[in-house]
C-alpha cells in the first residue's frame, strides 16, 4: 500500500536550518508531482512547496521563497525540503502529500519548532 513517511523535524534557533526527509513505497513515485504543507495550531493547512515528478519545475509560497529549496531523488523515491533562516513562525507540524489518482497521499507529519 502507498506510505509516505516524514522526518527530519525537531527543536532549532532562530536562524538555523532543518532538512526533511519523505519517503515514499508502495506507489510509482517517478510518476507523481510532490509537495509539503505545513499546519500551525489553530490554522489552516497550507502549502509550502511543490515539485513536479522529474523535478523540472519548483513553486514556493512567498513566505519561505529565498529560504527552502524543495527537491527529489526519483532513485530514491524520497522528496526533501531544506530550510535555511529558519524563523519562529515556521513552526508547525510539516507534511508530504503526493499528487495521486483519483486520490492524493499523505504522511503522518513531522514537527518543526523554531524557538530560541
Known amino acids: 500500500q502507498a506510505q509516505l513517511v516524514e522526518s527530519g523535524g525537531g527543536l532549532v534557533q532562530p536562524g538555523g536550518s532543518l532538512r526533511l526527509s519523505c519517503a515514499a513505497s508502495g506507489f510509482t513515485f517517478t510518476n507523481y508531482p510532490m509537495s509539503w504543507y505545513r499546519q500551525a495550531p489553530g490554522k489552516e493547512r497550507e502549502l509550502v512547496a511543490f515539485?513536479?515528478?522529474?523535478?523540472?519545475?519548483?513553486k514556493y509560497v512567498d513566505s519561505v521563497k529565498g529560504r527552502f529549496t524543495i527537491s527529489r531523488d526519483n532513485a530514491k523515491s524520497t522528496v526533501y525540503l531544506q530550510m535555511h533562516s529558519l524563523k519562529p513562525e515556521d513552526t508547525a507540524v510539516y507534511y508530504c502529500k503526493a499528487y495521486g489518482w483519483p486520490i492524493d497521499y499523505w504522511g503522518q507529519g513531522t514537527q518543526v519548532t523554531v524557538s530560541s
Open positions: 515539485i513536479t515528478n522529474t523535478g523540472g519545475s519548483t
